[in-house]
């Protein structure tokens, strides 16, 4: 797509339409295409960026230019960075989605009925995705790859803040396909920074299967609004981590401290600790001075309060009926005392945002009740929930995390830029 | 839910929330159900419904007369109306399910990264449903066994024609949750006749989790467009049969002739033949005869008609650009030859609806290529299209036809009601 930062809003519509149409046919080329073929792409790009090393570090300067006038807070700042460590990430990242197996054309399931026809269910690419996302540059490769892969053709819009390096990511891309003998049209990169494009994007029912928005909530919740297109949303992480009064007490402490710690910032960070009550007088304490001394903001209920106070941990806050909503992803942390394993489900079910949470215990019914009647996308039991990663879980890569029931729940990786059609095959059947 | 028909739109609207808040609660408890409890339930349903055989047919009479006042066409009285028939059909629809395995709790794909860390998939239920749709009584009990059996709960909606049926059902059906102890609101149904329910329930988007809309296409499309909430779609069939130059011709003459002529209302009709150009002569006049002599209306390609004349098949109107998107529905077939395989699948991904299309051939070659090449939900060789159906699946029953790619496409059974969400199992392990 040629720029048209200067045309008017009708003219970037118009232009996305033409992109979503050449995708459309690119997808279909896609279709037949060879795993080989798709591998050989995702090398050829890997090659392209290993020789373009220099211009690319040329053009995010640019970027990190305009942001320093601009004024971007430094967290902004530093993910738009592009520096060597982070261009030999995204050539290892290529490598690792060029080494998963091929997703497409497996056959499940195929079973015989009782007439001699034969039914299964093949997996296939889903056609055209639409990614929209805000300012790290690595996404242009991560999404773009993992989509190649899957055999899809997809649309990448990314932040304004990173037009150049995602204009010079996008010629390594395009190079590598050329190499490949792959259609230009199967990675486009949206190189206007009209807002404008987005609104087209997401409304181009008849050239996109579906919107993958990667950003913070605001964005994530405008998209989903108003797109006419489904939308696998990725929103809040609040994770808990429930002290059964079956636990063992070490593994308790760890896995809270580092579910919590490990960084305040990731989505499956723990947001609020449950205690059973008849375990909290042992354990809480000690618990709540560790993460007193790694300068961790508690908020507790009454009972957290007064065990607090009698080991002498000072600066417990009195938790309200926010906090139990709340998503701090920084270094607070808000406590309850509970009855039990019934209170505690009750509790993450109601508050919590089905994302990622953990029981800690060694009681088996327990650990079994805990994950069939906890309803998020991720339930664990004596791990942190901080594991939930797509790269931890063995997905190779990921795009995202679902936060969605329908089609993907969780980590989602080349499986969920997928679908399955049925397939038939017969003899000369009829229906009589 | 109780009668709301002379409230204002708010007090519809708060009604239908409230229903939602119920339902949400009830999806609680039925994640924690037994497998027993929800068969049970079934059971305890058929037989209130066999109990209540003639009060269900009184409260039909009901509907039956004001749809005989207000000129119901007799299509539309035929799908109202409830015989012992399809009472016996109603009740042989819950013993099928009932019979079916449950899906939930199973655990897919179990595997134990390097650190030790057990992740696998669980399969549950999405928690609540809204089902809306059109005049037939039958599908309350079978929209409901469906949710009930995969653990969810479940609003319906029902056609206000058959108001006093479905309230009749609904009684069967609250009495046999409530023998086997599940709560009345696994199973409401909204018994106003106010529109503003449906608008209320498309929103609901903090107490409902899908809606499946069954109906004509408008229906679909209005729910589509206003629902907040993800919606499973079952658009239009406009399925093919392309006839290969390797065919068997009995085969392609019995296949092309059952695809189209089983019944023309269902989605899996075949509404265009495809014939590769290097056997239509052959072949096609034999079958254009059949078609012409069953009182097909037939509309052709130019060569279509140049075989029809030169045989002696009265009547081949002259196919247009339009004839190619039209889902008939009904007795009418247009008829395309075409140069070969490749020029078949773009027209089948041109102009097809991606619902169910087949080829006849005997080449491995062609066949393999066919089912790679072809987007469509269900994708067939050498089986006429009309078996696109949950039953001829397996599926043992069906809510629907999936349209859509994301989810579930094709034919949705039990098993697109469920979700499936990770589950990690560790030892205490944490994150480095």
């Known amino acids: 797509m040629t720029a048209a930062t200067q045309a008017g809003k009708t003219d970037v519509a118009a232009e996305v339409v033409a992109c979503g149409a050449r995708a459309r046919h690119a997808a279909r080329i896609l279709r037949s295409s060879s795993t080989a073929q798709r591998n050989a792409a995702l ?74 026809l034969e039914i299964g269910r093949m997996r296939t690419p889903l056609g055209v995705i639409g990614i ?39 010629d390594c891309i395009a190079a590598g396909l050329a190499e490949a003998g792959l259609p230009a049209a199967t990675v486009q990169v949206i190189d206007t920074t009209d807002r404008a494009a987005v609104g087209a994007l997401i409304t181009a029912d008849e050239y996109v299967d579906v919107i993958i928005p990667r950003g913070g909530r605001s964005l994530i919740e405008r998209i989903a609004g108003e797109a006419t297109i489904p939308v696998i949303k990725h929103l809040d992480g609040l994770c808990h981590v429930y002290i059964d009064r079956h636990a063992d007490p070490r593994k308790a402490e760890e896995i809270a401290f580092n579910a919590k710690c490990f960084r305040y910032g990731i989505c499956g960070a723990m947001e609020t600790l449950l205690v059973d009550e008849a375990v909290a007088g042992d354990l809480l304490p000690a618990m709540l001075a560790r993460f007193a001394a790694a300068e961790v903001e508690l908020r507790g209920c009454e009972r957290t309060r007064e065990l607090a106070g009698e080991s002498g941990v000072q600066g417990v806050l009195a938790a309200d009926e926010q906090d139990w909503y709340s ?10 005392v509970v009855a039990g394993l019934d209170e505690a489900i009750d509790h993450i079910n109601h508050y919590g945002s089905h994302h990622t949470d953990a029981i800690v215990t060694e009681h088996l019914t327990h650990s079994r ?59 000369g059947h009829v229906r009589s």
């Open 369 to 427: 009740r805990f994950l069939a009647e906890v309803d998020s996308s991720s339930v664990m039991v004596n791990a942190a929930t901080c594991f939930a990663d797509g790269a931890q879980y063995g997905l190779g890569a990921e795009i995202g995390i679902s936060t969605d029931k329908l089609h993907v729940r969780g980590p989602v990786g080349l499986e969920g830029l997928t679908t399955r059609k049925y397939i038939v095959l017969g003899d």
């Open 43 to 116: 090398a050829a790009i890997a090659h392209q960026l290993e020789s373009a090393r220099e211009s690319l570090k040329a053009a995010n300067q640019g970027d990190l230019e305009r942001g320093r006038r601009a004024g971007l807070a430094d967290a902004l700042m530093d993910r738009l960075a592009l520096d060597d460590r982070r261009i030999d990430a995204m050539i290892a990242g290529l490598e690792t989605v060029r080494a998963l197996p091929d997703p497409i054309g497996g056959v499940d399931e195929l079973r015989r009925q009782a007439n001699g």
């Open 327 to 336: 998503e701090y992803l920084g270094p607070i942390l808000s406590v309850k």
């Open 132 to 170: 929209i996302y805000e300012s790290r540059p690595n996404v242009t490769i991560d999404a773009a790859a993992l989509c190649l892969k899957a055999g899809n053709a997809v649309i990448l819009r990314g932040g304004s803040e990173a037009f150049d390096s995602n204009r010079a990511i996008a």
